[in-house]
Protein backbone atom coordinates (compact mmCIF):
# COMPACT_ATOMS: atom_id res chain seq x y z
CA UNK A 1 0.00 0.00 0.00
CA UNK A 2 1.41 3.65 -0.90
CA UNK A 3 2.41 5.35 1.90
CA UNK A 4 0.12 7.83 3.34
CA UNK A 5 -3.00 5.95 1.63
CA UNK A 6 -5.88 4.56 3.75
CA UNK A 7 -6.99 1.16 3.56
CA UNK A 8 -10.02 1.08 0.76
CA UNK A 9 -9.15 4.92 -0.44
CA UNK A 10 -9.26 4.73 -4.07
CA UNK A 11 -6.62 6.72 -6.22
CA UNK A 12 -6.44 8.27 -9.93
CA UNK A 13 -10.29 9.30 -9.77
CA UNK A 14 -10.72 12.91 -10.72
CA UNK A 15 -13.05 14.56 -7.75
CA UNK A 16 -17.06 14.35 -8.45
CA UNK A 17 -17.21 17.54 -9.58
CA UNK A 18 -14.87 16.89 -12.49
CA UNK A 19 -16.54 13.81 -13.36
CA UNK A 20 -20.36 15.60 -13.73
CA UNK A 21 -21.60 14.26 -16.86
CA UNK A 22 -19.43 11.40 -17.17
CA UNK A 23 -22.23 8.86 -16.04
CA UNK A 24 -20.12 7.32 -13.65
CA UNK A 25 -21.88 5.87 -11.19
CA UNK A 26 -22.20 7.51 -7.59
CA UNK A 27 -22.56 5.16 -4.66
CA UNK A 28 -26.03 6.50 -3.94
CA UNK A 29 -27.28 5.04 -7.60
CA UNK A 30 -26.02 1.46 -7.00
CA UNK A 31 -29.11 -0.21 -7.02
CA UNK A 32 -30.03 -3.83 -7.57
CA UNK A 33 -30.87 -4.29 -10.85
CA UNK A 34 -29.11 -1.06 -12.70
CA UNK A 35 -27.15 -1.67 -15.77
CA UNK A 36 -23.48 -0.78 -15.12
CA UNK A 37 -20.41 -0.75 -17.79
CA UNK A 38 -17.25 -1.60 -16.32
CA UNK A 39 -14.50 1.48 -17.11
CA UNK A 40 -11.40 1.53 -18.83
CA UNK A 41 -9.42 2.34 -15.49
CA UNK A 42 -10.86 -0.70 -13.88
CA UNK A 43 -7.81 -2.73 -12.53
CA UNK A 44 -8.57 -5.89 -14.27
CA UNK A 45 -9.80 -7.30 -17.33
CA UNK A 46 -13.71 -7.04 -18.50
CA UNK A 47 -13.07 -3.24 -19.23
CA UNK A 48 -16.46 -2.27 -21.45
CA UNK A 49 -18.08 -5.27 -20.48
CA UNK A 50 -22.26 -4.30 -19.45
CA UNK A 51 -23.68 -6.24 -16.46
CA UNK A 52 -26.67 -5.87 -14.03
CA UNK A 53 -26.21 -5.15 -10.38
CA UNK A 54 -26.96 -8.28 -8.38
CA UNK A 55 -25.98 -7.53 -4.55
CA UNK A 56 -24.75 -4.32 -2.85
CA UNK A 57 -21.75 -4.77 0.23
CA UNK A 58 -20.67 -2.17 2.77
CA UNK A 59 -20.90 1.29 3.38
CA UNK A 60 -21.76 4.06 0.79
CA UNK A 61 -18.32 5.56 0.44
CA UNK A 62 -16.52 2.12 0.18
CA UNK A 63 -18.98 0.27 -1.75
CA UNK A 64 -18.55 -3.04 -3.35
CA UNK A 65 -20.80 -4.63 -6.14
CA UNK A 66 -21.76 -7.86 -7.50
CA UNK A 67 -22.52 -7.35 -11.24
CA UNK A 68 -23.63 -10.20 -13.33
CA UNK A 69 -23.33 -10.24 -17.54
CA UNK A 70 -24.64 -11.78 -20.31
CA UNK A 71 -22.86 -15.34 -19.78
CA UNK A 72 -24.20 -15.87 -16.65
CA UNK A 73 -20.55 -14.60 -14.52
CA UNK A 74 -20.74 -12.74 -11.59
CA UNK A 75 -17.26 -10.47 -10.39
CA UNK A 76 -17.61 -8.11 -8.20
CA UNK A 77 -16.15 -4.66 -8.48
CA UNK A 78 -16.10 -1.27 -5.84
CA UNK A 79 -18.86 1.47 -7.25
CA UNK A 80 -15.93 3.44 -8.79
CA UNK A 81 -15.17 0.81 -11.47
CA UNK A 82 -18.05 1.35 -12.58
CA UNK A 83 -20.38 3.87 -15.12
CA UNK A 84 -24.49 3.97 -15.07
CA UNK A 85 -25.37 2.77 -18.67
CA UNK A 86 -28.57 4.34 -19.81
CA UNK A 87 -31.54 1.42 -19.97
CA UNK A 88 -32.34 0.58 -23.55
CA UNK A 89 -35.78 0.91 -24.53
CA UNK A 90 -38.26 -2.20 -25.12
CA UNK A 91 -39.27 -3.34 -28.44
Known sequence: MEKGKRWGQRSGLAPNSERQGANFLDSHEAHIGTLVGVLDGAQRSGKGRV?????????????????????????????????????????
Open 51 to 91: GTIEQTYGHPECLALDVRFADGSVELYWYHELRKMEESPLP
